[in-house]
């Protein structure tokens, strides 16, 4: 991904924030201009919890060519306590322990390097809570 | 709106067609479906095409296949839906001609997939960049998804998504375009490579190069193109949320609901007057969602019905007759004119060893993404 366009998603990869409708509550990640629910404009900026339930879950196994190195790696969709549901990777997971149901905490890591200067790309992913 | 009726089809086989380029594709099916109608003249054309521009550096694709189809100065126009092109360009040209602005109007699809890109990262571009992809997930990775929230909400099994490839592929058997031509065992299925948990090879859609082709016209003229023409009775294209995170239910496609709805509220006809019907079976899964979104079965229950013969040849509702995306081949861009190329000659009795025995209505149902568009088109023999 391109450093300009990395730049403008810092707000929503590093400090995990999401957008609340002020009309009806929805919670959206990352925050957008319109409601999804009801039109409303002006999203209010939140900070998402960092920690999760798992929706549903998957293990990639033939992975594109920037995450080689992980696979296979698990990848779930989670909800947070506000509502909000992203996709993420699992890490320090055994990859058949993840399931649907589990609860996991979001942390802060690596996602990938960019380019052939290999520029560090940071993100969030799920890890388990034992 | 006027009656539209399709009096032409024409498709490539679908495959590794090395020696065939992206515009030798389009040609090849055009002029079929040209040669079939006997017609010499176009008012419009509509090419179906996801990504010319990744997967062969090309765009401007709607002049071009103009051009090469020795058609210059006719307008031509690119329609994009990912992985539904085709069904949004079938879509479109029906309107072009529903509306009276033009009387013959050409729907195409092609897709040119191996010719060296990097296939799994330009069809994720289907996907959200910033909040799916940018994590490292996968077509079949979502598809995934979809299915382990299917298995955990409705009970849907392993053996059910194996049953789904093991159907494609012998009703694929029977078909002289497919790209894969022999019958698999559940067994095989799932013993093949691991894709994305729980999907495995056999139970993805291949890569393909191919285009299809279908003509269209007024009702009203199709007998001066062909004894048997196919009415349009219905069309209904519906989207939903980009991120699979986004769906209230992530087992369940409502932009494919919703576009049924559409196509059976413009037919007057529901999901029971349906005899023969393509579905978009990019993944097993996909399948099995998209026959309780049409309303062919009920809500949790297509892995049984699939299971029990149901959509096989010679059950209640056979599905995907051509072999479908898995068997039959997927060229993203021309896979919604392909299948309403199967309905078509179902509908008109030549569908051959594969011919579902009096089918009067056939529906086909495409999709983008992992279900943030969809197309259903319903087709009536006259």
New interface residues.
Partial sequence: MPSPRYWREIPARYRLEGGRCPKCGKVVYPIRKVCPECRTEGLETIALSRRGRVVTSTVIHVSPTEFLMEAPYPMVIVETPEGARLMVQVADSDPDEVKPGMEVALEFRCIQREGHSGILCYGHKAVPIR | MREVAIVGVGMTPFGELWELSLRDLFVDAALAALRDAKADHLDAIYVGNMSGGQFVGQEHVGPLMADHLGMRGVPSTRVESACASGGAALRAAFFEVASGASDLVLASGVEKMNDGA?V??VL?TAAD??????????F??LY??????HM?AHGTTLEDLAAVSVKNHAHGALNPKAQFRQKVTAEQVMAS???????RLLHCSPVSDGAAAVLLCPLSRAKEFTQRPIRIRGTGMASS?M????RKD??YLDAVNLAANRAYEMAKLGPKDINVAEVHDCFAIAELCALEALCFTERGRAGEATRAGETSLGGRLPINTSGGLKSKGHPVGATGVAQAIEIVEQLRGEAGERQVKDAAVGLAQNMGGSGASSVVHIFERV
Avoid: F, K, N
């Fill in positions: 990097d799994t990262r994720a960049q910033e909040s799916e992809v940018y994590h490292g997930v996968t079949p990775g995934a998804l979809i299915a382990r929230a955990a490579s691991m894709v994305a948990d729980p999907l949320s991120a699979l995170a986004d992530p087992a």
